[in-house]
């Protein structure tokens, strides 16, 4: 088992274990979320390919590169609340196991017409639920201090949207249409298998009562759940803008060759997967607030230089690689922030309508920006636009979401009260939260110190894990 240090008025004090088995569900849940992520992304980098082959209209080919993005994005909402309901293990299987029907279907008969792509596109949303599934699996299995770091590294799972990227063309250009979904297809089944076998929900996981609807509008009731959305659909949603339209951008705006816009959007793509976790880690230590306003900080300021279109060496590169750091560590930051603030049976509720307005944020601003290029002729309002939407953010982070998060007492803030709640009712919901915390913190420590006996020669994995 591990431990780490909290910070507590100051001074460090022991956190609670963390049970061996946090790191393989941890590490599981990540490459789960890159696989069907990839599986996500497949038809983005064919666009051209298909409109070239089926004469398709501009409009066409955007409408094929959506549709997956829009499924997958408001997808994440009842998958996540049934996540809440039936956990990871159950999940995550289901879900990169039905990402495999429509991944096949336009590999082997589905990309002969517009028609045919569209309908396997809308099916092929289902890997993008995945995201909602990992984040709840992940936060049951670590303690509060660690759950930044823990989602963060969880989170890097995005990159498997470049993957798709990186392979696609060149597997269709060395060994046909089929080639790049079969191995998607063959990864996504995989997986599934592995996960079924080893994937496991923590220990006292907290299993809600009543239907996935009533506890959506739980989860909307929280002031959290809008404070994220708004918050993720400014950072992951600009991570998902730049990565779809940045390469449109440089070549537009720079004269770069396709090749070389490639190249450089992948690096966009990675440095932001890579500064994730640290987003994650340091909302860990030096609290998520700050990071998410260091982050935004950042982001209006680069999004300022670039609106001025400086040369690409080195200024508007430098530009370009700071929003991508800061844009990492903002989305790592929000998930820290909603790993502390959510009751534990709302997580995948929550996450889910993060995860959608994060999705949603990607969709409007290329289309923005092809816009306001086509009408002026340069992408300076794009950016300045993106700034105001920073600065925007930067005001609610610093005033509503830091009220919320340094409010007394561990139960989250409601929107509104409902109708004859008081002071003392809320008090009993927080306590509530505060004992179901307490739990799971002991059962997460009876869960360490049979990893600690099977490291010492006891069999207790059984027992513990085949239910």
Request: charge should be positive.
């Amino acid at each position: 088992m591990a431990r780490s240090a909290a910070v507590d008025g100051g001074r460090e004090t022991p956190a609670a274990p963390v049970p061996a088995r946090a790191w393989l569900v941890l590490a599981l849940a990540t490459v789960g979320f890159a696989v069907d992520f990839w599986a996500w992304a497949l038809l983005s980098p064919l666009g051209p390919r298909f409109k070239d082959g089926l004469h398709l209209s501009s409009f066409e080919q955007s409408l094929l590169v959506a549709v997956p993005v829009v499924v997958g994005s408001l997808g994440r909402i009842p998958v996540g609340a049934l996540t809440d309901r039936f956990g990871g293990r159950v999940m995550f299987p289901l879900v990169s196991a039905a990402t495999v029907v429509p991944v096949l279907y336009l590999g082997l008969a589905g990309h002969s017409s517009l028609g045919a792509l569209l309908a396997g596109g809308f099916f092929l949303g289902i890997g993008g639920t995945a995201f909602a599934v990992g984040v709840p699996v992940v936060n049951a299995w670590f303690p509060p201090e660690r759950r930044g770091m823990a989602v963060g590294v969880f989170g890097m799972g995005m990159g498997g949207t470049a993957v798709s990227a990186l392979t696609t063309v060149r597997l269709v250009d060395a060994h046909g249409m089929r080639t790049p979904f079969l191995a998607t297809a063959a990864a996504l089944t995989v997986y599934a298998v592995l996960a079924a076998v080893l994937l496991r929900d923590a220990p006292g996981r907290t299993v809600p009562a009543g239907p996935p609807t009533r506890r959506l509008a739980a989860a909307l009731d929280l002031s959290v759940t809008w404070q994220a959305a708004a918050l993720y659909a400014v950072a992951f949603g600009g991570y998902v803008a730049f990565s779809v339209y940045l390469p449109t951008y440089l070549r537009t705006g720079y004269g770069l060759t396709q090749t070389d816009a490639a190249n450089r959007t992948a690096g966009f793509v990675l440095l932001a997967v890579a500064t994730r976790p640290i987003g994650g880690w340091l909302s860990d230590r030096a609290g998520a607030v700050r990071v998410l306003a260091w982050s935004l900080g950042a982001v209006l300021a680069a999004a300022a230089v670039q609106a001025f279109t400086p040369a690409l060496a080195p200024t508007g590169t430098a530009a370009f690689l700071v929003m991508a750091a800061a844009l990492g560590a903002g989305s790592g930051a929000v998930f820290a922030l909603v790993a502390r603030l959510a009751p534990a049976d709302t997580v995948g509720s929550v996450t889910g309508v993060v995860g959608a307005a994060g999705g949603l944020g990607g969709f409007v601003p290329p289309l923005l920006m092809g816009s306001l290029y086509g009408a002026c002729g340069s992408y300076a309002i794009g950016l300045v636009l993106l700034g105001a939407v920073a600065a925007a953010a930067l005001a609610l982070t610093v005033t509503g979401v830091r009220h919320a998060a340094t409010a007394p007492g561990p139960g989250p803030r409601r929107r509104t009260g409902p109708a004859g709640s008081t002071d003392k009712d809320r008090n009993r919901d927080r306590n509530k939260d505060r004992n179901r915390d307490r739990d799971r913190d002991r059962d997460r420590d009876t869960e360490a110190n049979r990893d600690k006996d099977t490291d010492t020669g006891v069999d207790t994995e059984a027992e513990v894990f085949d239910v």
